[in-house]
């Protein structure tokens, strides 16, 4: 399993950004795809999830501002955000769960790095 994200960057306050994460190595056994971020001195936190179904989970500080979606048939999932605030600012990492073989496995990217200045 192999993660690839993109779209990390700065942005000004009020601006925005897509990520973008693309699974390889997993056929169409992902069940959830999620974004997590990781602000300094902060724990890891999650920001939103979307499952093969669509149904979306978002943390109540992105609610109205940031769009998870996904594209189950290429195993990418996305992260619109926008009305960007300097506490958005982190490493966001792309997380997928699934089963195949019988067995559940869960992988994480490596990390892109969203800088919002204010």
């Known amino acids: 399993v192999q993660l690839q994200a993109s779209g990390g960057g700065l942005a000004q306050a009020g601006g925005s950004l897509r990520l973008s994460c693309t699974a390889s190595?997993?056929?169409?056994?992902?069940?959830?795809m999620a974004w997590h971020r990781q602000a300094p001195g902060n724990q890891r936190e999650l920001v939103a999830s979307?499952?093969?179904?669509?149904?979306?989970n978002y943390a109540d500080s992105v609610k109205e501002r940031f769009i998870i979606s996904s594209d189950n048939a290429a195993n990418t999932v996305y992260l619109q955000m926008d009305s960007l605030k300097s506490e958005d600012t982190g490493v966001y990492f792309c997380?997928?769960?699934?089963?195949?073989?019988?067995?559940?496995?869960?992988?994480w990217g490596p990390g892109t790095l969203v800088t919002v200045s204010s």
């Open positions: 997380y997928i769960e699934g089963r195949t073989g019988g067995a559940a496995y869960e992988s």
């Open positions: 979307i499952n093969r179904g669509g149904i979306t």
């Open positions: 190595g997993v056929g169409r056994s992902i069940s959830i």
